[in-house]
């Protein structure tokens, strides 16, 4: 789905390697990984031969599989301007600057040479995960196109994803056959070893390094090569946390910022995916009771019926999978996947509607293609870095490890959250079981004192990142740098969906209007 951000808390992805809300910015000294942790204050000054170094913007070939690209290299946009692409060389490891490096990939849209006013310089977007692919994404992310009346748009694949050191660990029918799987608590645990072992083998060097305070600091590389006095940044779902990150970080050289579909700095991975089952069920919740309102269209008479035969269908297919024309078989696991990924937005909802209407009829195919889409595996069978990266990233940035018996324990109040979604959310907590590298803390910090004004949109209806955590976003930020918007809409993310906030972006954006806090969007 181009132009769909995806999110942090990532439980429900798939069973292996995939964990909620990480954490930077603890005290100096050394993890038992002998990873150097850091502070604001803790990492060295970088060299002049990476700070000054100059780059080779070339027009983009069509993105790889790694970054989940579809074979062909982006267009030109309306007005001509071509997209350009080229690689930004970064530290391997912060505390040791001028030792080995890493390449990040980059992607830009020149500013329109005649636009409503100056050009302001570059716009940084991070469109979530951890794991999209900012340089596959941007060109699919039509909303921004207004925004380059006054700035470059730029994005990346952060460290770890895509072309910039992406994460590898299995093999593309080495995902297939994981993913067709259904294994209890002790089982996944197991699994979840034995890919972190594959992830440790293919891509130990950089995965000490892949946590969310290293992709800051990436950031504020980019400004500077850019150009950049100030880094003007958009983050959507987990960029959002990148963002915070990055405000904490260099709270003096924070720009024009916003960040859209929040996520909770204050919630450790428990807590986190204790909310998004949730959100998940709120959606489902929100998606019923309209279906009920489109007869004909509706396959259920109410949204009663539509909850009692979407559990039957799940506990249909966790007994027996359905078929697919591939030869592939929809797990249950696969068909709440698919459900997850159509709740996104308001405007998949029909689909949805068909979706389910043909798995009652025995037909995996739709939920499968959207479980499939959601895992970052293409129609050639080829997987992208997603799950990869999102699981090393989520890793590095947690130091909770959670066991089967911890899982049991609570999954009782996951079912209680949500009975559609609650158990595998709890599932996938196990997520970096036997993970090799020591994850930091388990929130974020974020408090970014002395910061310029930052617009904090929470979304009522957001399945993925419910809207209380913008409010904690905004809070944690401080007073006067939290500037919080609320909508009362559905779905993950708000920018060029709702009119209001668009308005309110582009003020903020374009014009340097900030809008008055605690303002609300219906």
Known sequence: MPGSPTLRTTSLLSASLLLALGATACGPGKDDTG?????????????????????????????????????????????????????????????????DTIDLAMIRAKAKAKGSGKRIGSLLFNFGGPGASGVATLPGYPPAQSLRTRYDLVSFDPRGVGDSAGVKCLSDKEWDEQRAKTLDL????????????????????????????????????????????????FGISYGTELGGVYAHLFPKNVGRTVLDAVVDPTQDPVQASLGQAKGFQLALDNYLAHCAKTPGACPYQNPEDGRRRITALLAKTGKQPLPTKSGRKLTQEQAVMGIV?????????????????????????????????????????????????????????????????????????????????????????????????????????????????????????????PVAGARKMADKLGKSVGVLLTVKGEGHGTYGVNQCATKAVNGHLLDGKVPTDGTVCS
């Open 35 to 99: 990873r150097e942790k850091s502070s604001p204050s803790a990492a060295a000054a970088l060299p002049a031969s990476l700070t000054s170094q100059k780059l080779n913007w070339q027009p983009c070939p069509a993105p790889s599989a790694a970054q989940g690209g579809e074979g062909k290299a982006p267009g030109k946009l309306p007005d001509g301007t071509a997209w350009e692409c080229t690689i930004l060389k970064a530290p391997l490891d912060y505390a040791k600057p001028a030792g």
């Open 186 to 233: 002790a089982g996944t645990a197991e699994q979840n070893k034995k890919t972190a072992a594959a992830c440790k083998k293919h891509s130990g060097k950089v995965l000490p390094h892949v946590g969310t305070e290293s992709a800051a600091r990436d950031m504020d590389l980019m400004r500077q090569v850019l150009g950049d006095a100030k880094l003007n940044y």
């Open 341 to 465: 990924a159509m709740l996104y937005s308001k405007e998949t909802w029909p689909a949805l509607s068909v979706s389910l209407s043909d798995a009652e009829q025995g037909s995996g195919d739709n939920l499968l293609l959207m479980a499939d889409s959601y895992s970052g595996r293409d129609d050639k069978g080829r997987y992208n870095t997603m799950q990869a990266a999102n699981g090393a990233i989520s890793c590095a940035d947690t130091k909770q490890r959670i066991t089967p018996e911890d899982v049991q324990a609570r999954l009782p109040e996951f079912r209680k959250a949500s009975p559609v979604f609650g158990e595998l959310t709890a599932k996938g907590l196990l997520g970096c079981t036997g993970w090799p590298v020591t994850g930091t803390s388990d929130t974020p910090e974020v408090s970014a004192p002395g910061a310029a004004p930052i617009v904090v949109i929470g979304n009522a209806g957001d399945p993925a990142t």
